[in-house]
């Protein structure tokens, strides 16, 4: 701190040095200014004349040697004193084209702007256009009264000061203010209207704010301007700037503009979001649009392992059916020739033997819907049909259990054929494991309609499953047996479910065995 002091003092006093050089006679210029236009320029309490604008006049006789004398006195007279000849310079001004035909400008500055400015309370007025038949407080010789003379039925209330016409505002004698931003909110900031007063609608009559001298006097205008050049490139322009510019009264139009930005940047963000998101779901679906199709060339690839895998368990059951009746077929064939004029005979193997190579061929069509896997062709099927024939296909390997079928006549389901004798068998074939050690091996099997769907319990007395491996009997590759392959009930599965049904296994109650427990869709018999 006491290093930067000794900087800035030394800075001072080359700044002196230098300007006691680099001019000769000291020439003093008189000023006008307001007297009462804070934080430009403005009388204290004290007497003295202080402000924004009387800073830079005294940093720039700092840095040029130029003498300057403050005339501090109403507007009107300020803005007149050049023409009577009182002062040289009226150190703050804003230009207007009109402004610029009687007087020459310094370079800006600053921006000024003009807001209108309503109590906090105040809802009716937003804008200028809210302006009309309303009564508004300006200061005397302002630049914004032509533009609010424009306005229909608009009262204009002029004051000799700013805070006057401010005053004015508060104590609700009028509407409106209208007035330079910075100096309305300097204003409320030393007087405490901070929070009393808004700021309302766009900004007004946006301007550059400069020095103002005689066209006739072109030598002090570069003069200024030069000085002006120094202090904005040493940094002394910017500290006073902000010595006197300080908390800004709260300007809804801003807040609202800010909260529409704000809006329309969510909005562009939660449509960013959404593409993201939808690019995400696409690559998504996709993705899970591949897995599936591996998913489905896997499970078609299991149904021929599965298939391939209980093909030999029932090749035997499939031989012995097709053996009766070539047996048929072959006593016919060996006796022909011996009783070609035996017509009871010749009668009874024409009837037989077309009647043994339908059941064959029926065997064989059976047997095919093992090896080309498929999308279901459902068909309305009588259950209790379906199942007895489900069974006969493998009587060989369920010859030693008792089978019970407790479903009625008439119950029909909607069901591809091949699809149910797969499922049918593998679930025996499952059962028949289980029943291996068991005394008086049975299996119970019964349908009974729902509603729209039909259920179809298998239920056997065999040795059961553990409940920690129930979670696990529909998995893929998942079994319980030394020999077994782990595919059979997981294709079960995935038929029910292509076939519109479902599946699930549990024990049986508190008695010994399992239960298989199917829901299928229930067909009606026309």
């Known amino acids: 701190m006491i290093k930067r002091t000794l900087a800035l003092t030394l800075i001072l006093i080359l700044l002196i040095t230098h300007a006691a050089y680099g001019y000769g006679d000291i020439e003093t210029y008189r000023v006008a200014g307001d007297i009462q ?3 430009y320029e403005f009388l204290d309490v004290d007497g003295v004349y202080k402000g924004f604008n009387v800073d830079i006049l005294k940093a720039i006789s700092l840095v040029t040697g130029m003498e300057f004398q403050f005339m501090p006195m109403k507007w009107e007279d300020a803005f007149h004193s050049i023409d009577r000849g009182q002062a040289d310079i009226i150190q703050g001004m804003k230009e207007s084209d009109e402004r610029r035909e009687r007087f020459s400008f310094t370079d800006s500055l600053l921006m000024n702007s003009q807001s209108i400015f309503v109590m906090d309370s105040n809802y009716s007025i937003s804008n200028n256009s809210d302006l009309v038949g309303k009564t508004v407080s300006i200061q005397k010789e302002d630049v914004v009264y032509l533009e609010l003379s424009r306005i229909k039925d608009i009262k204009i209330i002029q004051h000799d000061t700013m805070e006057e016409a401010v005053a004015a505002l508060v104590d609700q004698q009028v509407d409106a203010m209208v007035g330079n931003t910075l100096t309305v909110s300097y204003i409320c900031n030393e007087r405490g209207w901070i929070d009393q ?12 704010y400069s020095m103002a001298v005689s066209k006739e006097n072109p030598v002090l205008l570069r003069k200024l301007n030069e000085g002006l050049d120094e202090i904005q490139s040493n940094g002394m322009y910017d500290a006073i700037h902000r010595k006197w510019f300080g908390t800004p009264i709260r300007n809804t139009g801003e ?8 809006l329309l940047l969510s909005i562009f963000a939660l449509m ?81 033997i077309p009647e043994e190579i339908d059941r064959i061929d029926a065997l064989i069509s059976e047997f095919m819907e093992f090896t080309s896997p498929r999308k279901p062709q459902k068909k309305l099927l009588n259950l209790k049909n379906e ?35 797969q499922i049918v068998i593998n679930i025996l074939l499952n059962s028949r494991d289980a029943l291996a050690d068991t005394e008086d091996p049975t299996i119970i099997i019964r349908g009974y309609p729902e509603g729209k769907i039909v259920n179809i319990e298998f239920i056997d007395n065999g040795s059961g499953m553990k409940e920690d491996q129930l979670d696990y009997i529909f998995e893929p590759f998942y ?39 199917l829901k299928v869709m229930r067909g009606v018999s026309i």
Do not use: C, W
Request: avoid cysteine.
């Open 37 to 39: 236009f804070p934080p």
């Open 197 to 208: 007063v808004k700021i309302v609608g766009e900004t007004l009559n946006e301007q550059r």
């Open 255 to 262: 807040e609202t503009e800010l909260q529409i930005k704000i």
């Open 272 to 352: 960013m979001l959404v593409f993201v998101v939808q690019l995400i779901n696409r690559r998504l679906k996709k993705i899970i649009d591949e897995k599936t199709q591996e998913e489905k060339a896997l499970i078609n690839e299991l149904r021929n392992y599965d298939k391939l895998q209980f093909m030999d368990r029932i090749i035997s059951s499939l031989a012995h059916e097709i053996r009766n009746p070539l047996t048929s077929v072959k006593i016919y064939t060996t006796q022909m020739k011996d009783k070609l004029d035996n017509k009871e005979f010749m009668i009874a193997a024409s009837e037989d």
């Open 387 to 421: 199942l007895e024939n489900a069974i006969k296909f493998i009587k060989l390997q369920v010859r030693d259990i008792n089978i019970v079928i407790d479903v009625p006549e008439d119950l029909f389901i909607e069901f591809d054929l091949g699809h149910f004798k």
């Open 479 to 517: 079994t319980t047996k030394e020999n077994g392959n782990g595919v059979g009930m997981f294709i079960v599965k995935k038929l029910i479910e292509e076939n519109g049904g479902s599946i699930q296994a549990k024990p049986n109650g508190a008695s010994k065995g399992f239960g298989v427990y």
